[in-house]
């Protein structure tokens, strides 16, 4: 006996069948024939899969409870619980979805086939099973399994980058006017889940109406000159929540005219960026307490002011409000009483100049 517990010599190896031997894959044969579970054993262990058996569906998913295998082959007809309902529990499992099921069934009328794919099965193979190409239907099965999977994957992280990073994608067919935005995308200008499509005017309803002209523009004549463009803009979501987004938009597909088919877009949610530019702002130019511009915001209006003075040959004055014995507040009622009696002077001060005037702390 061999390593593996089969006689030596007993089959052809694997690598001279030309099927790429992947010592992980775990099969789980189901059928209530024993014959037919030991031939399929042997045609798959050869192949160098490990294999586990079950003799009906209820086994079946107590196995797959303990550990799911990389594929299950199920046959259709047997007792206790035949191979629909098998499948269909299967799927309800969690990570259920992800394992291929491949349906053998002596049974060929079309109404079979189409349930076994009703109830989540990958493929389906008739009785009697072609023996020399079992592995190789199952090797194949198991490719396509873990591209999809892996294909699953790279869409669930870009999603959460997407998510993590504030951004998201949309692409529009020109032609039939259909723009297809992300989930992430969907999110960020505020649209309903529902969607699969949305036209271009339905895709702007969410664009601030200061801007939406602005962003109509930009895409009109990406369209007609075939032209990409970047556009910071502001978006109003459901609620009125008001969010700033910062667009990248390519021609992916244009006619022999140069006029765009396709558009793609990546869009990002650029509000905390915003608000921190703002808050910086705020700190350089205003003063904390009353909220008036301060010395060097003055001085940056008062220079424009003279400058803007000196071309229209008119004259500008400053006018400079002192309060006396500030001192004497602080001292007796606390800085905070003289903290309020700024408050109070600088917004009468604010409320009573005309809009072109200015007043700082």
Request: net charge negative.
């Amino acid at each position: 006996m061999s390593a593996q517990g089969r006689p030596k010599g007993s089959y052809r190896s694997a690598e001279h069948e030309g099927i790429p031997i992947n010592p992980k894959s775990r099969i789980l044969v189901v059928d209530d024939d024993p014959g037919g579970r030991r031939l399929t054993r042997a045609t798959l262990t050869r192949a160098g899969f490990d294999v586990v058996e079950a003799k009906d569906g209820l086994q079946a998913l107590d196995v797959m409870r303990e550990d799911f295998p990389d594929l299950v082959l199920m046959d259709v007809s047997m007792p206790v619980m035949d191979g629909f309902t098998a499948c269909a529990e299967l799927r309800a499992l969690p990570g259920g979805s992800r394992v291929p099921v491949v349906m053998m069934t002596g049974l060929d009328d079309v109404e079979s086939i189409e349930r076994a794919f009703a109830v989540g099965a990958n493929d389906f193979i008739t009785k009697p099973i072609n023996w020399p190409i079992l592995a190789h239907r199952v090797q194949y099965m198991l490719r396509a399994s873990a591209a999809i999977n892996a294909l699953n994957q790279n869409q669930r992280r870009l999603s959460d980058a997407q998510r993590i990073g504030e951004m998201g994608d949309w692409e529009w067919d020109v032609r039939q006017d259909r723009i297809f935005p992300s989930p992430q995308a969907r999110r960020i200008f505020g649209h309903p889940t529902a969607w699969d499509a949305l036209q271009l005017d339905g895709f702007l309803t969410t664009v601030h109406p200061d801007d939406a002209d602005r962003v109509r523009e930009a895409c009109e004549r990406a369209i007609n000159e075939g032209h990409a463009f970047a556009i910071e803009h502001r978006v109003i979501q459901i609620g009125g929540s008001l969010r700033h987004v910062h667009q990248q938009v390519e021609v992916t597909a244009q006619d022999e005219s140069g006029r765009a088919l396709k558009l793609a877009g990546a869009v990002h949610d650029i509000t905390q960026r915003k608000d921190a530019e703002e808050q910086i702002r705020r700190l350089a130019y205003y003063d904390a307490l009353t909220g008036l511009p301060n010395r060097l915001l003055f001085s940056e209006q008062l220079l424009k002011a003279i400058a803007n003075a000196e071309r229209q040959a008119q004259q500008v004055a400053i006018m400079f409000i002192d309060l006396d014995h500030f001192k004497r507040v602080n001292d007796t009622l606390g800085h905070g009483a003289g903290d309020e009696l700024l408050r109070l002077v600088s917004a009468r001060l604010a409320a009573s100049i005309r809009a072109e005037d200015t007043v700082g702390h």
